[in-house]
């Protein structure tokens, strides 16, 4: 008679749990799965899969208007919000019924409600109990909001994607990532943007000049940002709701969106009782092979704050199960891992920044160039793209590729694998371009940006 009633338990049926408990049951391994939600996790529900959607449907604009110079006459055009977040819709709802079904052909059981640990080994699920030799906690995480008068009128970027109407007036707190992919969505669909930041320039912790780069993209679509700007209030008004400053402005909208960060999924969960251990922000403490301090309780993903994006979220859960369940001990390489952010216009970036770089390895070479993309050449916009390149000067190796501009993701997935092979300038440079393409300027960059000052670098 087996010990437990499942090999492993997943908690949380986003990207992450769900890939690794299909890989755990596809190598014969008896499976459990809850969500308390709806199969399919942030990503594919409340994230990237809704908001690249969006993007999607945004970037028609842009589309028409350069169509112009490109020989087109278009008719009257009106764009329908209500109707694109009709059809998202329909799209999660396919989804999810296809993550049910991943489930249930790799022979994973789902229970539908919340998970708490009840002992090391125990999950108890809408009041039912179930026993796991293995359990992994895949919650992920949600957005946090500050405490500050008026809170109650703000929204997130969870209900930012089913909003009943198209806002004419949206102000976004945060520069981050999700705040400029809103930013970039509404204000391309025709709302008036303002975006307030606490810094200077929006993403931070990116390379310097892909933030200069985007900051000032935006700022030329008419987005407004407001810099070194901390809203202490909101009220609601008739005419809509107010943000205060700490610096005495205000701020008027019809929509205000918090971006400023998101918290770990790990509150009511028993994880405390039974020996899990946190770090100082509230994540769920691992080692590099996702063990926490209970060494049969894995987590994985956002829950754990280590790299917070879908494909690591489930490189680590299938390598949980490859470890487990397929004799073949895997960790997972947090290092040079590709990012986008699907902002208007896009990033993508891999490897490390140009600061990262010099606090790293010291002394490096950058080579920068930023243009107008073909494309504009006829249809007259005149966004420019970025693409950088960050070398160590001893090696020769490649440490960092960033693109701000069209097709940025696309590209900068396929260097990528560069990186990972750890490829060198010099080897950038025997690689033959594709010509016409945006691409090809990442193997013909070959004028070294001047160094920094000392003082600069120091900075």
């Known amino acids: 008679m087996a010990r437990y009633d499942f090999d492993l338990f997943t908690i949380g049926a986003g990207s992450g749990g769900v890939a690794g408990s299909r890989r755990a049951g596809s190598y014969g391994a008896k499976v459990g799965i809850a969500e308390s939600v709806r199969v399919g996790g942030t990503c594919v529900l409340r994230g990237c899969v809704p908001k690249k959607l969006l993007v999607y449907g945004a970037e028609f604009a842009d589309a028409f208007e350069d169509s112009a110079g490109f020989g087109w006459s278009l008719g009257?055009?009106?764009?329908?919000?209500?109707?694109?977040?009709?059809v998202k819709n329909k799209e999660l709802d396919r989804l999810h019924g296809i993550y049910v079904n991943l489930l249930k052909s790799a022979n994973v059981a789902i229970f539908e409600g919340h998970a708490r640990l009840v002992d090391p080994h125990t999950v108890e699920v809408a009041g039912k109990r179930l026993t796991a030799a293995h359990i992994m906690i895949a919650t992920g995480a949600r957005p946090v909001m500050p405490e500050i008068p008026g809170i109650e009128h703000v929204i997130s970027s969870d209900e930012a994607l089913d909003l009943k109407a198209l806002p004419k007036r949206v102000l976004i707190v945060g520069g981050g990532y999700i705040a400029v992919e809103f930013a970039g969505i509404f204000g391309t669909l025709g709302s008036k943007v303002t975006v307030a930041i606490r810094a200077d320039q929006v993403l931070r912790g990116f390379d310097q000049d892909v933030r200069t780069a985007l900051t000032e993209e935006m700022t030329a679509r008419g987005i407004e940002i407001r810099a070194r700007t901390h809203v202490t209030r909101i009220d609601k008004k008739a005419g809509g709701l107010v943000a205060a400053t700490v610096?005495?402005?205000?701020?008027?909208?019809?929509?205000i969106l918090y971006a400023t960060g998101r918290r770990p999924n790990t509150s009511n969960l028993g994880l405390g009782d039974v020996g899990v251990t946190f770090d100082e922000a509230g994540a769920i403490a691992v080692d590099a092979s996702s063990r926490t301090a209970v060494p049969h309780i894995y987590a994985i993903g956002d829950v754990t704050d280590?790299?917070?994006?879908?494909?690591?979220?489930?490189?680590?859960?299938?390598?949980?199960?490859e470890t487990l369940f397929n004799k073949n001990p895997m960790t997972v390489d947090h290092l040079n891992v590709p990012t986008a952010v699907f902002s208007q216009p896009p990033v993508g970036t891999v490897g490390l920044s140009e600061q990262a770089a010099r606090e790293e390895v010291g002394a490096i070479d950058v080579y920068r160039t930023r243009f107008r993309p073909m494309k504009g050449t006829l249809s007259g916009r005149q966004e420019r793209t970025m693409m950088k390149l960050v070398v160590d000067r001893k090696t020769d190796r490649v440490l960092g590729c960033h693109m701000v501009g069209r097709d940025a993701p696309e590209i900068i997935q396929g260097l990528g694998i560069a990186l990972q092979c750890g490829a060198t300038k010099r080897q950038f440079d025997r690689t033959i371009g594709i010509h016409p393409t945006a691409a090809e300027e990442f193997v013909t960059l070959r004028d070294k940006v001047p160094e920094p000052k000392a003082e600069i670098a120091a900075d």
Request: proline letters at 3%; zero cysteines.
């Open 306 to 321: 280590r790299l917070n994006l879908t494909p690591v979220a489930i490189a680590e859960g299938r390598a949980i199960a």
């Open 76 to 86: 009257q055009r009106r764009f329908d919000w209500a109707r694109l977040i009709a």
């Open 247 to 255: 610096e005495g402005t205000e701020i008027a909208a019809d929509a």
